[in-house]
């Protein structure tokens, strides 16, 4: 079973930022974040990765809790490309990804 | 930058028929992952290769098997299809290695497969 709980679905607003939160209250603390997405019936894309540190690349920010127990994905500036279902998810190293629900995320006009 | 690659990205077979899928790996990964995504569902992992080695099983049935060649592509086989075995299969690579935190999956675009 997924280790994380997200909210079923979001809405967003063309240009604005899109935080999307995420839930893993039973964290290990050898255990990263990922954050992964996928478009309508395409392969799930990384996005970011964590562990202790908040981080940020060319697609997104990852903020995550000083106790570990949540994070927020953040999208800056969302455009329509960036409607998708977000998965966070959580695992040890070298261990296969568990998807669980995700968010269904809608950037609106 | 080179991506994973599946083949057929389409197939349909009758029921009883076998299929088998192909992937091939970003260039050095030596690890493949394989996953089944059924109709308005999430991704299920299948099975896992390392270095040729499986590494690690999920829900895969027992119809189905998998192996890793020495060039690190990996085929997927299903025989005696059924109707429910029609879903979007994905397989991921990844480099497992120091520094540990690299073994990030990166996923194909996947093999519709339709069970008639």
């Known amino acids: 079973d997924a280790k994380t709980t997200q909210p079923t679905s979001m809405d967003c607003a063309e240009g604005r930022a899109a935080n999307l939160p995420c839930n893993h209250s039973t964290i290990s603390g050898n255990e990263y974040v990922y954050w992964y997405r996928q478009i309508h019936s395409q392969g799930p894309q990384y996005i970011i990765h964590g562990l202790k540190n908040n981080e940020t690349n060319e697609m997104a920010s990852l903020i995550i809790t000083e106790d570990r127990k949540s994070s927020t994905l953040i999208l800056p500036h969302a455009t329509l490309r960036d409607t998708a279902v977000y998965y966070c998810i959580v695992r040890y190293y070298g261990q296969n990804f568990v998807f669980g629900p995700g968010t269904r995320l809608s950037v609106l006009p | ?116």
């Open chain 2, 1 to 116: 930058a080179a991506g994973v690659i599946q083949s057929p990205r389409h197939l349909i077979k009758e029921k009883r028929e076998t299929a088998t899928l192909k992937c091939y790996p970003i260039p050095r990964h030596d690890t493949v992952y394989w996953y089944q995504q059924g109709p308005g569902q999430d991704p299920q992992f299948l099975i896992s290769f390392y270095e040729k080695m499986q590494s690690d099983k999920g829900s895969i049935p027992d119809r189905f098997s998998a192996q890793q060649f020495s060039d690190y592509h990996s085929e997927l086989n299903m025989s005696s299809l059924e109707l429910g075995d029609s879903a979007l299969y994905f397989c991921a690579s990844s480099l497992s290695g120091l520094p540990k935190h690299t073994d990030t999956q990166y996923f194909g675009p996947g093999t519709r497969l339709t069970v008639l």
